[in-house]
């Protein structure tokens, strides 16, 4: 599935592409009570690009110029951008630069 076919609210099938940049990890408190680490990065192929919404040690397992798949994904909506995690039940496979 191409990035632009992309639509939030839903699962998706296969997403592929290139990280093309990662901001630094944050702290956040989870709605469990729980802390985590949560971080942004910018998955793009040839039809667009899309944040990927990465938590705890997924996020030390990318880096810019990597390629990302995620199966069975999540999209979703964050002040009106679409955002993509692999979620509970998605997987990602990472492909080093």
């Known amino acids: 599935m191409k990035i632009s076919e992309l639509k ?3 699962a998706q099938g296969t997403i592929s592409g290139e990280i ?6 944050r702290e956040v ?3 469990y009570g729980k802390k985590t680490r949560v971080a942004n990065a910018t998955l793009q192929d040839d ?9 705890g040690d997924d996020i030390d397992k990318i880096a810019s110029g990597d390629k ?3 199966e069975n994904g999540w999209v979703s909506e964050y002040k009106g951008n679409l955002q993509v995690s692999p979620g509970k039940y998605g997987k ?3 492909t080093k630069a």
């Open 8 to 10: 939030g609210g839903s």
């Open 20 to 25: 093309t940049n990662v901001e630094e990890p």
């Open 29 to 31: 408190l989870t709605k």
């Open 47 to 55: 039809s667009g690009s899309v944040t990927l919404s990465l938590w």
């Open 68 to 70: 990302v798949s995620i």
């Open 92 to 94: 990602m496979t990472v």
